[in-house]
């Protein structure tokens, strides 16, 4: 009797850890869900802001093609209408103004230090090529002449 009553109060044990693990999953599928809900939310936030950003680049662009200052976007009237020597005036204006800005850019970038890139040596950060790396202001004639000898005998290294 002792012994059914043992498996009896196991079981009911069993029961309730499976029922408590049960609880803790379903919690945390829901904040899941929830978390998943938000991050969806967001996208789709971000989404609408992007497309609106790009709306306003678009105009932007139209608006400086259109010859006028950047800035909103107006409606076009009679008025705004250019003749034909006005527009190829503003599309050469604006090929020169883009030839100085990549001018300009390409300059700025050969100004800049030349850095190491994933650890190959530039012009700057180069040493001698010295097998050993000893620089030969460092080492008298004779010391030059025995290291010359064991690289040649060595096969070059």
Known sequence: MAFKEALYK??????K???EADNLKTTRDAAVKAKNARLAQKRAQRAVAQEQAQARRHAKIANE?????????????VEDDLSWDQLEDQAEAQAE??????????????EQ???????KP???TARAMWDDGVDERLVGDAGLKSRWNKSLLSGGR
């Open 65 to 77: 093609h259109r010859g006028g200052a950047p800035g909103p976007v107006k409606q076009a009237t």
């Open 10 to 15: 196991q079981r009911e044990l069993a029961l």
């Open 122 to 124: 530039t012009a700057r």
């Open 97 to 110: 103004n883009k030839a100085s800005y990549i001018e300009a850019q390409a300059t700025a970038k050969a």
């Open 113 to 119: 230090k030349p850095k190491a890139k994933h650890g």
């Open 17 to 19: 850890h499976k029922s």
